[in-house]
C-alpha cells in the first residue's frame, strides 16, 4: 500500500512503477483500476501493463466507470493493481466501498497494491478536517490499512508540492490557484505530513513488537526512548512524574504513566490523589494505562518490556531497613529484573 501524505505526491506514480518493475520480472500483473487525473506523466508509467476494462454502470441518467471486480477476479493475476482505495463506488455496484473490491480480490487469492492519502483514514477524519477545513466524506477503517503487508509513504516537502502545482502538474491550471490559496497552504500541508509520518510511526511499532514478540526477544530495542513512570498516588509521586516527563522530553521520547493495582485492595484506596495525578500526566503529554498484578514489580517490569520500554522512574519509598527486609522492596526487585531496562530511583524531597 502506498500510502500518500497528501494529494499530489505521486502515490499513483509509485503504484504503476513498482507494478511494470514486478512484471519484467515475471509477475503477472493487471491494472485492475487506474486514475491517472489526466497527468500525462502518470499515465505514461503504464507502458505494456495489461488494463482491465472498467464496468460501466448508470444511475440517474448519469454514466459511472467502475473497477469491474468479476472480470479481475477471472482473469486471475497474480498482482492487481488498485487505485484510491477510499473511493465509493456507484450505486448497483457490488459493494459500496472500493477497500471491499480489494478484501474481495485478496480472498481470491489475488495479491493488490493499491493506494490511499493519510486524511482518508478513518481515525484521522475529523482531525483533518479541522486542519484543512474540508470535509472527508470518503474513509477507509484503519484495520484495513494497518492489515496491509508493506506500507510505504510516500512523501514531499510542503514547497516541493506546491511547485509541482504551480507548474500544473497536479490540476489544470485553473484549478491550482484555488488549491494553492486553500487545501493546499503550506502550513495544511505540514500538519497532513507529520500526521503521515506519526502514523506510520505507530504501525511500524506495531510491527516491531510483534516481531520481538514472536522471537522471544526481551531486552528493550532502543528505537525510540519510553519512560515508563510508576503512579501510585502517594504523596511524593508528583515530584517523580514531572522529573519523567522532563526526560522524556529531552530525548524527544514517549511518557506512559502506568498504576499496577493489586486485585485483592479495596478499589477508592488513595483514588482521590491518584485523579489528580493522573491529570498531570495528561498535562504533562503522557498517556496512562493501569494493569492488574499481586506482584506489583513483575507486572511493571512485564509492562515495560512489552513496550519495549527503555526506561522507568519510580520513587523512594519512606519505608525502614527492617520493613524492606521483613517485606521486600519494590524498587529490589524492578531493578533485579529489569535486565537491559535503565531504573531511575528518584529521591524524596523529605527531610530524614
Same mark, same amino acid.
Given at each position: 500500500?502506498?500510502?500518500?501524505?497528501?494529494?499530489?505526491?505521486?502515490?499513483?506514480?509509485?503504484?504503476?512503477?513498482?507494478?511494470?518493475?514486478?512484471?519484467? #520480472?515475471?509477475? $503477472? @500483473?493487471?491494472?485492475?483500476?487506474?486514475?491517472?487525473?489526466?497527468?500525462?506523466?502518470? &499515465?505514461? +508509467? =503504464?507502458?505494456?501493463?495489461e488494463i482491465v476494462p472498467r464496468a460501466v454502470r448508470e444511475h440517474r441518467g448519469r454514466v459511472f466507470e467502475e473497477m469491474d471486480l468479476e472480470a479481475v477476479i477471472e482473469r486471475?493475476?497474480?498482482?492487481?493493481?488498485?487505485?484510491?482505495?477510499?473511493?465509493?463506488?456507484?450505486?448497483?455496484?457490488?459493494?459500496?466501498?472500493?477497500?471491499?473490491?480489494?478484501?474481495?480480490?485478496?480472498?481470491?487469492?489475488?495479491?493488490?497494491?493499491?493506494?490511499?492519502?493519510?486524511?482518508?483514514?478513518?481515525?484521522?477524519?475529523?482531525?483533518?478536517? #479541522?486542519?484543512? $477545513? @474540508?470535509?472527508?466524506?470518503?474513509?477507509?477503517?484503519?484495520?484495513?490499512?494497518?492489515? &496491509?503487508? +508493506? =506500507?510505504?509513504?510516500?512523501?514531499?516537502?510542503?514547497?516541493?508540492?506546491?511547485?509541482?502545482?504551480?507548474?500544473?502538474?497536479?490540476?489544470?491550471?485553473?484549478?491550482?490557484?484555488?488549491?494553492?490559496?486553500?487545501?493546499?497552504?503550506?502550513?495544511?500541508?505540514?500538519?497532513?505530513?507529520?500526521?503521515?509520518?506519526?502514523?506510520?510511526?505507530?504501525?511500524?511499532?506495531?510491527?516491531?513488537?510483534?516481531?520481538?514478540?514472536?522471537?522471544?526477544?526481551?531486552?528493550?530495542?532502543?528505537?525510540?526512548?519510553?519512560?515508563?513512570?510508576?503512579?501510585?498516588?502517594?504523596?511524593?509521586?508528583?515530584?517523580?512524574?514531572?522529573?519523567?516527563?522532563?526526560?522524556?522530553?529531552?530525548?524527544?521520547?514517549?511518557?506512559?504513566?502506568?498504576?499496577?493495582?493489586?486485585?485483592?485492595?479495596?478499589?477508592?484506596?488513595?483514588?482521590?490523589?491518584?485523579?489528580?495525578?493522573?491529570?498531570?500526566?495528561?498535562?504533562?503529554?503522557?498517556?496512562?494505562?493501569?494493569?492488574?498484578?499481586?506482584?506489583?514489580?513483575?507486572?511493571?517490569?512485564?509492562?515495560?518490556?512489552?513496550?519495549?520500554?527503555?526506561?522507568?522512574?519510580?520513587?523512594?519509598?519512606?519505608?525502614?531497613?527492617l520493613s524492606d527486609l521483613l517485606h521486600g522492596s519494590v524498587i529490589t526487585k524492578v531493578i533485579r529484573a529489569a535486565g537491559g531496562i535503565d531504573v531511575h530511583v528518584i529521591s524524596?524531597?523529605?527531610?530524614?
Amino acid at each position: 500500500m502506498y500510502l500518500g501524505s497528501a494529494p499530489g505526491v505521486g502515490k499513483t506514480y509509485a503504484m504503476l512503477n513498482e507494478g511494470w518493475r514486478r512484471s519484467q #520480472r515475471g509477475t $503477472d @500483473v493487471v491494472v485492475g483500476y487506474l486514475e491517472n487525473h489526466d497527468r500525462p506523466n502518470t &499515465a505514461a +508509467q =503504464v507502458r505494456d501493463l495489461e488494463i482491465v476494462p472498467r464496468a460501466v454502470r448508470e444511475h440517474r441518467g448519469r454514466v459511472f466507470e467502475e473497477m469491474d471486480l468479476e472480470a479481475v477476479i477471472e482473469r486471475r493475476p497474480e498482482v492487481a493493481l488498485v487505485d484510491e482505495l477510499a473511493h465509493t463506488n456507484a450505486p448497483g455496484s457490488g459493494h459500496t466501498k472500493r477497500w471491499e473490491d480489494v478484501e474481495a480480490l485478496l480472498e481470491a487469492g489475488i495479491d493488490v497494491i493499491t493506494t490511499v492519502n493519510i486524511q482518508h483514514l478513518e481515525s484521522l477524519n475529523d482531525l483533518v478536517e #479541522r486542519i484543512a $477545513d @474540508v470535509p472527508q466524506r470518503e474513509t477507509v477503517p484503519d484495520r484495513v490499512v494497518r492489515a &496491509a503487508d +508493506q =506500507v510505504e509513504l510516500v512523501d514531499m516537502t510542503p514547497e516541493a508540492l506546491r511547485r509541482r502545482m504551480a507548474h500544473g502538474n497536479i490540476y489544470p491550471p485553473g484549478r491550482s490557484d484555488t488549491a494553492l490559496e486553500n487545501y493546499f497552504r503550506v502550513g495544511n500541508l505540514a500538519a497532513l505530513r507529520e500526521l503521515a509520518l506519526l502514523w506510520l510511526a505507530d504501525k511500524v511499532d506495531e510491527a516491531l513488537n510483534d516481531y520481538r514478540e514472536r522471537y522471544d526477544i526481551t531486552e528493550p530495542w532502543e528505537t525510540k526512548e519510553r519512560v515508563i513512570v510508576a503512579i501510585t498516588g502517594s504523596a511524593q509521586n508528583e515530584r517523580v512524574i514531572r522529573r519523567a516527563a522532563r526526560m522524556a522530553a529531552r530525548s524527544h521520547g514517549e511518557l506512559i504513566g502506568v498504576h499496577v493495582r493489586n486485585p485483592d485492595a479495596p478499589r477508592d484506596r488513595g483514588d482521590g490523589k491518584l485523579q489528580s495525578h493522573l491529570a498531570l500526566l495528561a498535562d504533562l503529554g503522557g498517556r496512562y494505562e493501569e494493569i492488574t498484578g499481586a506482584d506489583t514489580a513483575r507486572a511493571l517490569v512485564s509492562f515495560a518490556r512489552a513496550r519495549n520500554a527503555t526506561q522507568i522512574l519510580l520513587g523512594a519509598t519512606d519505608r525502614s531497613r527492617l520493613s524492606d527486609l521483613l517485606h521486600g522492596s519494590v524498587i529490589t526487585k524492578v531493578i533485579r529484573a529489569a535486565g537491559g531496562i535503565d531504573v531511575h530511583v528518584i529521591s524524596s524531597d523529605r527531610s530524614p
